[in-house]
């Protein structure tokens, strides 16, 4: 299985500041052949199910604010909000899809400081 | 759109067969381009996947648990299932259902990222 590993594990940040997740993969998840990079991220709010934000590492979900970014290639990614807000506060998640089994990282808590 | 609910007893006795179904509404499981998964995250922590199906091939379940698990899909009913068997404590869980990604690989059959997720139901294993 590829391990992802996520930093931190837990952050707070200002309204209106900037917020950065990292992903760390074990192996790389850039498949040469279409050079794309096998990884998602999700956004977790208490009570409700993961919601896909990027994929592809970069490429936004329909209907999502473009506050949010995903960047990175090989086994190390990030996803970047650019100007938190209030309903931003959730758990997110990475994914990797390179192999199977789909691996998800632990888990990043953000929070409003 | 295609939404997904789950349903299933929320209480399994230690040893038994824990038994879920996805009721799959907006679009066929049919469809060539999905593959449709079960996942599950314990109380307070991350999410682990299960296994997938599609309608035309073989399912394919996370090693860590293929002894224990069959998923089935009924076409007829849009929907499909999860049995995961001599469930212990460390099987209680949030179950989810989600539509996976058909994705180009050079291993066939990877499921890419889930969109749309169900709720999700609590599967509790306790005496």
């Known amino acids: 299985d590829i391990v992802m590993t996520q930093s931190p594990d837990s952050l707070a940040v200002s309204l209106g500041e900037r917020a950065t997740i990292n992903c760390k993969s074990r192996q790389s998840v850039l498949y040469n052949s279409n050079s794309k990079n096998y990884l998602a991220w999700y956004q977790q709010k208490p009570g409700q199910p993961p919601k896909v934000l990027i994929y592809w590492a970069s490429t936004r979900e329909s209907g999502v604010p473009d506050r949010f970014s995903g960047s990175g290639s090989g086994t190390d990614f990030t996803l970047t909000i650019s100007s938190l807000q209030a309903e931003d506060v959730a758990v997110y998640y990475c994914q990797q899809y390179f192999t199977t089994p789909p691996t998800f990282g632990q888990g990043t808590k953000l929070d409003i400081k | 759109q295609v939404q997904l609910e789950e349903s299933g007893p929320g209480l399994v006795k230690p040893s038994q067969t824990l038994s879920l179904t996805c009721a799959v509404s907006g679009g066929s499981i049919s469809s060539g381009s999905y593959y449709w998964s079960w996942l599950r995250q314990p109380a307070g922590k991350g999410l682990e996947w299960i296994g997938r199906?599609?309608?035309?091939?073989?399912?394919i379940y996370n090693p860590s648990l293929e002894s224990r698990v069959t998923i089935s899909i009924d076409t007829s009913k849009n929907q499909f299932s999860l049995e995961l068997s001599s469930v212990t404590a460390a099987d209680t869980a949030v179950y989810y259902c989600a539509r996976g990604r058909i994705v180009p690989t050079a291993m066939s059959g990877v499921v890419g990222w889930f969109d749309p997720w169900g709720q999700g139901t609590l599967v509790t294993v306790s005496s």
């Open positions: 199906i599609h309608a035309r091939t073989s399912p």
